[in-house]
């Protein structure tokens, strides 16, 4: 498989990813059920590591908005996973701060290109 294909696959992946988080979101909403609620937190977790290392993929340096975007991303999705299994509010509220910062920089380097 070339570099497109893979890239393409990983953006299915990806799609998949949010498309199922919403689904079990939705379920966790409306049947009031804590292990699908565990189940959306640790979602959002693997999510925005997996999109922040679909950026990093694509940043061109280590000093561009993207790589800022992969990074604050991958880092709100591993505090997202770590605060669930420790149970620690603080950390899930830092998490959704560094996702937050990742998505504005994604925002400023698409609108940068």
Do not use: K
Not at 23 to 30: G, W
């Amino acid at each position: 498989m070339d570099e497109t294909g893979r890239a393409v696959t990983r953006a299915r992946v990806i799609v998949a990813l949010i498309v199922g988080y919403f689904v079990v979101l939705a379920y966790a909403t409306v049947a009031n059920d804590p292990l699908a609620t565990t189940v959306t937190e640790l979602g959002f977790g693997v999510i925005a590591i997996a999109v922040g290392a679909s950026l990093y993929d694509r940043a061109e340096g280590a000093r561009s908005a993207l790589t800022a975007a992969a990074v604050a991303l991958a880092v709100g999705g591993v505090l997202a996973v770590v605060a669930v299994f420790a149970d620690a509010p603080a950390l899930d509220s830092l998490s959704s701060l560094f996702v937050f910062a990742g998505v504005g920089w994604y925002g400023y380097a698409v609108w940068r290109s």
